[in-house]
């Protein structure tokens, strides 16, 4: 048992899986308790018909009293999409960067709780009192402006949290990562680092954000004529190397979809993007201005199935059709399990004439995240006594743990966390002393926590083989088959075609019924039919649909 | 209209989808007709519980009295795994290498159709007569053994079918592309060329198959405990390579998944793959040997969920327990849409306490397909007047068409060519002429092209949301509502959980009919049902499941 006097700091640990994953860290301290971070998870394919996953925030709730502040890193959806759901349950102020409470701000409109929450902007070199911690924000490249990293100042010593980030020493916008400030935390003597994890398994360096602008804007030089640049709408900093490249072409700029208009207005606004007069045009504007002299910005980059980029590509967009002599580029690479619809998106715009460039032909796109040697410097310039890798997936995160002890950090002392692992460091060591409740919470329509893996499982079975109702009339008296059997299916088999079928089906059932020595109870009736039409269907087709017989009493 | 009297050849492409594509080729002289390869695409994500999709063999079918031979490449399934379904709608000799042939033998004993085929093993160099072709086999380098190209003599010409190939100078069991053949037919005068693209849009050159051989043969030396290695059932070569390097380190090999245990014993039968007497083991003497003498040979490398691998990552498998100091290795790259599945294994063996090597972190995997530098020297040695790339995707193709005409293929002589595209060329020129039927031909279970864009569309709607069934007991004669309500759901909402909501649901169809001024008929009640229900769930819920409305007429 451990012993109760002795002060500790507990770090706990939710989500860090993958690039779009629910991160979320806790940090505790006797009373006193802060967040990193609270992202959501784009459903993965097996979760079917789930719009969004939330971490599981029950060790929050049950500790709401304690919680001093929330502090975001940058404005990506894997680190503010939890907001709003997290904000219904538990208050604090929340802090971040401008870029990045003004997404907050948007989000939080479109929940109707803009009101009720607490939002402020810190700048870089900005420290936050937080109960026991200290929280100190400094810049970070990445590939959102604004990104920060964190230095939470606490009794047992400073922790290093990086957000998502990478060396660029040439950086749009001049963002870099503070490599001066995480040198005096290392010279201070670190307690823990938290650092990125996404390229823990790559080698080398991640390129620069100024290769991309260089590639980008030769590729706006040369094109014969429009120019269609499809990027993450949160991609601020590529959307301003592409005005400046259309403005020295002497190109006009439109925007389109939804998200991608949004954020290039709140940027414009805030002052986060700059353009000469009359580079952004309308609609209007664009069909009167020669494709020669007109660059696009569009959403889509991820083959999302409503997104600009993929109307255009099935030609339903409603000002843009793609024509002969359109380059069209994908300034993104696409996020695991996002590759066939990027490639189909590819190959539909090649259909209709387009020039397709993405980044197996071109230099348009680099990573957001550190590659390994960028890691090693970053704990060459830390050094911390104990290390938690985060953001990554597990491969990411033992990586990058292995790392870590390769280049100092003591043998024992970095520890890979997954969901809701908990991290207790005293004076003497750090271990894993419990697991806070974790896992998936789905959001499906209006509920959030209500979709179960046994719903789940229905959904795969009848997005296999669908499904056949069977409905059975029974004299309520005799609970004899009393009328006609009918048979009702969808996703199973082709109707028309299928009669022949679904005429002896039914012949099945009845057999199945009549020929039974007593059916005594409507429960021995369904089974029965069920069993009966499972066999029969699957004889005949080899198909396995979801039987569900109904008795109706006449 | 074009002339009867000139003679000319069709080429009919079909499928060309990528990796695991649909490939098939017919070519047609007059009255003679031969195909190449029959292959089965696996089905993409939107096509819910598809097993395999064939390509349409309409065109064939109405000309299935010219069909002078089936000629295959090689043996992968996207190059023969239609084979079976072709020959129960046709009837034609089928010419193949030795193991290509043998691998169609055990399909067609499979689907009972081995008596019925005239298999012909074909060696390099045989020349065999159909009709107004001859067609030679030469072989390629590819990723598994007895990988051929054909050069189809035609009345018009020589035409080279390269079918899937690399340039591989030091290849495993000496399977090199034969660039003298390539040459003499270039200085005959090809008249045609139909060549790979898979890697199209991929600059240098495709690394050799040594450099794999050489880095599981350090990592089976080196390894300190069990070694165990994931790759496709049919990368024979590359099982050579781990039973020589498994020999050379004293260790023993045991064979695992079904597949694999298939494709391992038929090769050991033709000698395709040897070791010295006593490295292969069964799973008793595999459970007596220590973990530092053992390699295992898996399958599961694309992450298929009922796999060995997979087995393995889930602590599941009947024989082989990860444990802490085992090495697994994942020798092959995910194909397009298997990388979750595939990041998932690795994550899971990670957390079951194995070292996992992939290709990111080890030269584990080389592809088997040319890239863009080999492409060129093929044109270059071919020379051919008309050029159809093949193999790929629609953006590959775009990309191998336009390479073949920067290095020499005349402007426009490049077709690319998609699913039933007919050429034709005669004496003067080529061009597309027609388009035979094609499209995806689904298999489900044991029916053939009777899955409907329908019924992928149902499946797809019950899978985000599932169904809801609303039971009305109508009276037979007033047309109204005589009896209870039933409700039955299942992937929508959690039943216990949502009792209230159901129940709800119930009385607003009630209402809905019962403030209906006239039901006259079930279809209006029907309509009816449906619309409030709909209305009523999505706003309750804001999920749209499948509603349908059955009347019971009491």
Redesign the interface.
Do not use: C, Q, W
């Given at each position: 048992m451990r012993r109760m006097t002795n002060p500790s700091l507990r770090v706990v640990a939710f989500g860090g899986l993958g690039d779009i994953g629910r991160n979320m860290a806790v940090l505790e301290y006797e009373d006193d308790m802060i967040i990193v971070d609270v992202g959501i998870m784009f459903p993965?394919?097996e979760m079917?018909?789930v719009d969004l996953v939330l971490p599981d925030f029950s060790y929050v709730r049950e500790r709401a009293h304690k919680l001093r502040g929330i502090f975001l890193t940058h404005g990506h959806e894997d680190h503010i999409g939890g907001v709003p759901y997290l904000l219904r349950e538990v208050k604090a102020p929340v802090y971040g960067a401008k870029l990045t409470i003004g997404l907050v701000e948007v989000k939080l409109r479109e929940h109707r709780l803009a009101n009720e929450a607490a939002l402020n902007v810190a700048e870089p070199g900005d420290v936050i009192d937080a109960g026991a911690f200290q929280v100190e924000f400094f810049t970070v490249a990445h590939s959102i402006p604004d990104s920060c990293g964190l230095v939470i100042h606490t009794p047992m010593g400073p922790v290093v949290h990086t957000g998502d980030f990478k060396l660029d020493h040439t950086p749009v916008m001049d963002q870099h990562t503070d490599l001066i400030r995480l040198g005096q935390v290392g010279a201070e003597g670190c307690l823990l680092l938290m650092a990125d994890s996404t390229y823990a398994?790559?080698e080398g360096y991640t390129p620069s954000e100024e290769l991309v602008g260089v590639s980008l804007s030769n590729i706006i030089h040369k094109a014969p004529g429009r120019v269609i640049i499809a990027t993450f709408a949160s991609q601020i900093a590529r959307v301003q190397q592409i005005v400046d490249g259309a403005a020295a072409a002497g190109r006009k700029v439109f925007v389109t979809g939804r998200s991608m208009e949004n954020n290039v207005a709140m940027a414009r606004q805030i002052g986060y993007v700059q353009a000469p007069d009359g580079v952004f045009i309308g609609v209007d504007e664009m069909r009167k201005t020669p494709n020669s002299q007109v660059v696009v910005v569009t959403t889509g980059s991820q083959g999302e199935p409503t997104s600009a980029l993929t109307r255009m590509a099935n030609g339903d967009h409603r000002h843009i059709q793609i024509e002969k002599g359109d380059t069209v580029v994908i300034s993104a690479n696409p996020i695991?399990?996002n590759?066939?619809a990027v490639?189909r998106n590819?190959?539909?715009l090649?259909?209709q004439g387009a020039h397709?460039l993405y980044n197996?032909?071109e230099n348009v796109h680099v990573r957001g995240h550190a590659s390994r040697e960028e890691l090693k410097i970053v704990q060459g310039l830390v050094q911390p006594e104990y290390f938690i890798p985060v953001q990554g997936?597990?491969?990411h995160l033992?990586?990058h743990a292995a790392l870590a002890e390769a280049v100092g950090v003591p043998e024992g002392n970095a520890f890979v966390l997954?969901d809701g692992d908990i991290l207790e460091i005293d004076e003497e060591h750090a271990r894993v002393v419990d697991h806070a409740p974790s896992g998936y919470v789905y959001i499906?329509?209006?509920?959030i926590g209500?979709?179960?893996q046994?719903?789940l499982r229905?959904?795969?079975?009848?997005?296999?083989?669908?499904?056949v109702?069977v409905?059975v009339?029974v004299d309520r008296e005799t609970s004899q088959v009393a009328g006609v059997i009918?048979v009702?299916s969808?996703?199973?088999?082709?109707i028309d075609?299928?009669e022949a079928v679904i005429e002896e089906s039914k012949r099945v059932v009845l057999d199945a019924l009549t020929t039974a020595s007593h059916l005594a109870e409507i429960g021995g009736i369904n089974t029965r039919v069920k069993d009966a039409m499972s066999k029969f269907l699957y004889d005949?087709?080899?198909?396995k649909p979801?039987v569900?017989p109904?008795t109706?009493e006449?």
């Open positions: 993965e394919e079917l018909g398994d790559t695991p399990g590759e066939t490639s590819v190959d539909n090649f259909k397709v197996r032909l997936e597990y491969r033992v990586a997954t499906d329509g209006l509920g209500d979709i179960t046994h719903i229905d959904r795969a079975h009848l997005s296999r083989d669908g499904f109702v409905i009339p009918e009702l969808r996703g199973f088999v082709d075609d299928s005949r087709t080899r198909r979801m569900l109904v109706v006449v």
